[in-house]
Structures are given as C-alpha cells and as structure tokens.
C-alpha cells in the first residue's frame, strides 16, 4: 500500500525548516538569559553510572527487564503504570541472542511474528497482531515505503527496541493497526566504555565493529559517542550479498543539568540482492515432478539484480526542563535515502502456486524483471511540552505537542513481464523463462526505465495527552490528536485527508504488585488512489484489557492480555473487472502471555500468543510461542561462562486458497566466555537447520524461512 497519498495544507520547506530550528534555540536564548555567567560552575554534571533502579526509558539496561519506556506515551514511564502492551528488547537481549537483523533481535517479543516473509533481505518482515507495524527511530517515523526507500535498520547501533503493541494514532498519527516498532539509537554516556568486536559466520560473514563513548570534557558538559560497522558477507541465497558499511557518530552537549542538546549523524550503506524469489507452491509446499526447489536457488541474473542503499541523517534530541516540573523537547531528523533496486523474481501469480510458463514439466520458471531507483528527502520534527500540574488529590502529567513531516520521493521504474505475457497487458514482454532446477544465466534484456511522477508529502499532527494518576493506586491516562496530511503527485490533483483520533486507559496498582487495565485506542491509514479510483482512510480501533503482575522484592514481572481488533475499509480487487472497492469491517482478536525473570544466575523470557485473525487478511499463525533461557556459571574455578537456549514455534496455518504451513519448531543455541575486557561467544540460530517454509500465500507464491546461521565474536572493552 502507498502510503503517500495523504494530504493537508502546504507547509513550505523554509517555514518548516524555521519551525525546526525555533525551538532549541528559544530554549537555549532563555536558559542564559536565567542563568548569569557567574553561577556556570553550578552547570558541572557529576559522573552517572547506569545501576539499580537509575533506569531511563533511553538508557543502558542491564539484564532482559526494562523498567521504563516512552512509545506508549511518549514520556519516561514506569512500565507497571503503562495502560498498554509494550515488549522491550535491551541491548544485553540483542547480545546474547546475536541478533544480526531487526528480525532476530524479534524473535522472541510477545506478540510479535518476526519472520513474517521468512528469509527477505530487502526488509524485516515483521507482523505485530498480524498487521505489519510502523518502524520508527528514536520516535521519529524512520520511511514511507518499505521496499524501493528502505534500508535496514543495524542492529549493532541500538540500545533497545520497543514494540508497542496495537493502534497508536493518537502519538504517532497514519499507522497500521499493529502498532509501532521504535528504535532506540546508542546515545553518549558520561562513563568511558569502549570496544572493538570481529564476526565470522555462516556465508563468508566477516564483520568488524566498534563502538567508543564517554566524556570529551573533565567537567562532563561535552560528551561523544562513535559506532562503526564493517561486513562483507554473502547469504542463504545464491548470488545475493549482505555487504555492509555504518558509520555513525553523535555528541552531546550538556551547559546545565537542565538542558542537553545531542546531535546524531549516520551514513549506512549496503550492498545486496533480493533473497525473495517468489516460488510457487508446487516445488516448496506441494508436489513437483522435479522435486523441491533448493533453499539457495537463485533465479535472477547476478550481473543486474540487486538492492543497494545509500542512507544519510542529520538531527538532534533536544531537552530543556524549566521551573515548576515543565519539560521542552524536539526530537529532529533529515534524511536523505537512495535505493538502487533491480529484481528478477518468478511468475507464481498467472496460474496461483503454478507454473505458468511450464505448467506440465513445471520446471520453466517465468519472471518479472522489475527496476526502481529511487530517490527519497524525508525531514521530519516531533517538539512537545511536559509538564507536572496537580488538582487536588489528582497529579497529572500532561503533554502537548506538534509533529511535522516533510516527504519528496523521485523515482525511475521499469517493469519487464515473462514472455508468454499478452503484450496488450504489459508493454515489455521480453522476459525469458528461466530452469529453475538447473537455472543458467545471461540470457534476458533489462527493462527501460523512465521517470515516475514527482510526488511530495506533507503531514502535521497535533496532540494532547494527560496521565493522571489518582492517588497511590489509579492510573487514567486519556489522549486525543489532529492530523492533516496533503499529497502532490505530479500530473495529478493534490489529494487531502484528516483523521482526529483518540486514546484512552485505566488501570489499578494493587499493593502486592497485580496491576489489571482497560484500554481503548485508534487508528487511520489512508489508502493511495488507483487511477481514478478514490478511498477512504483505513480506520482502527482496539479494545484491550490486561494485567501486570511485578511481586516487590523479585526480579519478575508476568503479563497477560486479551485484545479486540477491528478495522474497516479494507480494499479488495474483483478479479473479473480489476476494479477496487472497500469492505466494511475486519476483526482480529487475541490473547497474549509474556514472562520475564531473573533468578540468581538465571535469566528466563517466555511468551505464548493465540491470534485470531479475520479471513480477509493475510493468514499469520494462531498459536505461537517462545521461552528462551540463559545461564551463568563457572568452569573449574574460573567464572564468566553463560549458556544459553531457547525455542520458537508456531502451529500450522492457511492463507485463503493456499496450502497449509506445517508448524514448525526452531532450536537457537548461545555459549559465551566473558571477563572485564573479553567476551567470545559462539550463536546459532535454527540449531538443526531446519528447513522450514515461513508462509504460503493466497496469491500463488511461498517463502522459505531461514536455515541455521552460525556466528563466532570476540570482542575487546577498555
């Protein structure tokens, strides 16, 4: 789905970018206007170590258990006193699992199907209660379009993940119903810590990364983070790399303990492929007379496919707090993405799970060869005000705030069809078949590409939301917002939408730790014109009720949560006319059951979820579940030794007209070796390299899931 043809009023680029401007530096003009020269020495920050309960919703974790979170608020907020499932991955959760993707580090989150689409290189294929969420970077909305504008997100460069669970207009505005996935980057610290690692791994991965923090000045007032990755590396999938260069630095400057500014910088560049081949059903689920595809069969061309991104930003979190408990943030980002995509990948639509270009010896592959080049300017600002204000016996926390985007994409497409194709239907039907069991390349003619139209997008939202808290015991959060969106494509008229959405919840704090809540949130996505076709915005709502369990004095907290779906305006295409038209209502309901605990040298995550999904929508698996462990322990007298196991499964399930996937169960195995300055340790993914199909789809094509992935670090501290 496009989610570019949106629409409001006109917001001039040199108005937004005074706009982004303003505010740090109103701030910083009224900060030393307060505060005279003469009281600088006051300014001095002490040094802070990371320990115990001095958690913050964007700081180091130590252990699997975050405390705090800011996603389903968007202020620093106790997990226990959050009206709303929230799942957080921490740095040491990604370590020790050696998450290498976004998917990975996924693996085990409540809720979560993290390989939706199995093995694609081009993007995580992540579902979240079997919608597809939003991927934002420290809150700000990191694309657009998932395929031709996007570059993975590295893991190496975050200090946690957070995956708030369902609709969340009301913070975040146009969003899927699945909720959002907020990256939270490596930020400066005040403490010195620095390292050096080397991967070696499965499919000739080499991998060299670095990251060095700590304070550039004695009094604490400047400090500098660097993170670097390196790799070279090939992957599952013949003639597809997994090339890799980040780099990525950010400086923090802290005048006074009232006020910070940090600026972030990253330059990201990949070279790659599509892993995605798009086989059909006979030769990875059903029979074939040629037997089943191979799990590394590529049926592009190795000289012209390819996915290569360039990725460039620029931006700032800036924080200042003033008298009286009020807070001014603005957190700033300008992006610049480059995606040269090109793709050769198989015909399994024609005749759905078939072989259209050999539908009797099944062994002719046909192929679409598609080519995007894609130029994306994305800027975007989110600056609110929070503040503490009591009535009476009720503290309220209230937050008010704008958001503004700024979205310019310029592409050039062509689009080659297989050569059996009615020229009438496409206009380039010179696309060879392929064999895919014994595929032999060179032989195709690579699409003409012209220019696409221009098209911009501008979107502002408004929003106010209070968090009261009633006593020791009640919690009531409630939030409403406006947004506007405008969408110019060149040669067509502008198109417009406003959506204004709400969010509210409640919630008990019992004194032995049991905390039950009710919540209530919305959604909006608007759905991009086709011709001459208009539609309506997409619209969510959800119903959630849930409790937390966090007994005083251990080191556990259980949720569980049960949740009622719904969204209407879905669109569907008559297969006889090709024309689109909107349904009224789709439901998915669900239950989910997360654990997290450390017990002495024993850390434990464990999750179970029951999907029902509405059979208009694409199928995800109604039962899943994860437990994963790890241990520490010491080795004849030496310490420093932890093991790790852990179990992924999902049952078997069908999408529409396709064969069912068998239900599959996944091993992944972690041993490490630590001390003060070294740690080495050996992960493996898919244990028994399992061969696996990820999903079968109505369509006509399946997805292979990942086979086993070994990864060896050593990494240097000081």
């Known amino acids: 789905m496009n989610r570019l043809d949106l629409a409001h009023r006109p917001i001039t680029r040199a108005a937004l970018i005074a706009l982004l401007c303003a505010a740090p530096t109103a701030a910083l003009q009224a900060q030393t206007a307060a505060e005279p020269a003469a009281e600088a020495p006051a300014a001095t920050l002490p040094t802070v170590t990371v320990k115990g309960d001095q958690e913050s919703a964007t700081g180091p974790v130590i252990g699997y258990r975050a405390k705090r979170a800011a996603s389903a608020s968007k202020t620093d907020t106790p997990l226990a006193e959050t009206p709303q499932s929230v799942t957080v991955v921490t740095r040491d959760q990604i370590v020790d699992q050696g998450a290498t993707n976004l998917q990975d580090a996924l693996g085990y989150a409540a809720g979560v199907r993290s390989d939706a689409y199995g093995l694609d290189s081009r993007t995580d294929s992540t579902r979240v209660r079997g919608a597809s969420p939003d991927e934002y970077l420290d809150g700000l909305r990191k694309l657009f379009n998932w395929y031709t504008s996007n570059a993975r997100t590295e893991p190496y460069t975050l200090e946690r993940i957070e995956v708030l669970r369902g609709p969340a207009a009301m913070l975040y505005g146009q969003g899927s119903t699945g909720g959002v996935i907020n990256m939270v980057s490596k930020r400066p610290q005040a403490d010195a810590q620095n390292e050096i690692g080397l991967q070696v791994g499965s499919w000739n991965r080499k991998q060299l990364q670095a990251d060095f923090t700590g304070p550039l000045s004695a009094d604490g007032e400047w400090l500098y983070r660097l993170v670097t990755v390196l790799r070279d590396a090939d992957t599952q999938v013949d003639h597809v790399r997994d090339d890799r260069v980040v780099f990525a630095p950010s400086l923090t400057w802290r005048p006074s303990a009232d006020t910070s500014l940090t600026l972030q910088a990253l330059y990201q560049k990949d070279k790659s492929g599509s892993t995605s081949q798009f086989f059909p059903w006979a030769g990875v689920l059903t029979s074939n007379p040629n037997g089943q595809l191979p ?74 060869a598609d080519a995007t080049l894609t130029k994306v300017r994305m800027a975007s600002a989110d600056q609110n005000l929070q503040g503490e204000v009591r009535t009476g016996a009720v503290r309220h926390q209230l937050l008010a705030g704008l958001d503004l985007v700024h979205y310019r994409q310029n592409r050039k497409s062509g689009l080659g069809c297989p050569e059996y194709y009615d020229p009438t239907w496409c206009a380039s039907t010179n696309v060879p078949v392929i064999d895919a069991y014994a595929p032999i390349y060179g032989n195709f003619v690579a699409p003409e590409m012209s220019d696409d139209p221009k098209s911009t997008m501008r979107q502002s939202g408004l929003y106010l939301q209070d968090q009261m808290k009633f006593g020791e015991h009640w919690v009531v959060v409630a939030g409403l917002r406006h947004d506007r969106a405008r969408n110019s494509t060149e040669g067509a008229p502008d198109e417009r939408s406003s959506a204004t959405t709400k969010r509210a919840g409640l919630m008990y704090l019992a004194d032995n730790g049991v905390s039950p809540y009710l919540s209530y949130s919305e959604s909006f996505s608007p759905v991009a014109s086709i011709g001459s076709q208009r539609f309506d915005p997409l619209r969510g709502k959800q119903w959630e009720a849930g409790v937390r369990y966090e007994p005083r004095g251990m080191d556990l907290v259980l949720h569980a949560a049960v949740y009622d779906l719904r969204e209407k305006n879905q669109l569907v295409q008559d297969m006889t006319t090709s024309l689109y038209s909107q349904i009224g209502e789709t439901k998915t309901r669900g239950v989910e059951l997360a654990a997290k605990a450390s017990f002495g040298p024993a850390d434990l995550i464990a999750h179970y979820n029951v999907t029902d999904i509405d059979e208009a929508l694409e199928a995800v698996p109604e039962h899943q579940a994860a437990v994963w462990g790890k241990w520490r322990f010491a080795l004849a007298g030496l310490g420093g030794f932890s093991a790790g196991a852990g179990v992924r499964w999902m049952s078997a399930f069908t999408d529409g007209a396709a064969p069912e996937v068998p239900s599959v169960a996944l091993l992944d195995a972690m041993f490490a070796w630590e001390s003060a300055q070294w740690r080495y340790a050996l992960n493996v993914n898919n244990l028994t390299d399992k061969v696996y199909v990820a999903t079968c789809l109505s369509r006509g094509d399946c997805w292979w899931g990942a086979r086993r992935n070994v990864v060896l670090t050593a990494t240097y501290r000081f």
Do not use: C, K, M
């Open 295 to 368: 799990t590394d069969r590529f049926i592009g061309e190795p000289d012209w496919d390819r996915y290569d991104s360039e990725r460039q930003t620029l931006g700032w979190l800036f924080e200042h707090r003033f008298g009286s408990g009020w807070t001014l943030r603005q957190n700033t980002r300008f992006s610049n993405n480059e995606v040269d995509y090109r793709s050769h990948y198989g015909d399994s639509f024609t005749l759905p799970g078939g072989w259209a270009g050999d539908p009797v010896g099944q062994r002719l592959f046909g192929r679409f």
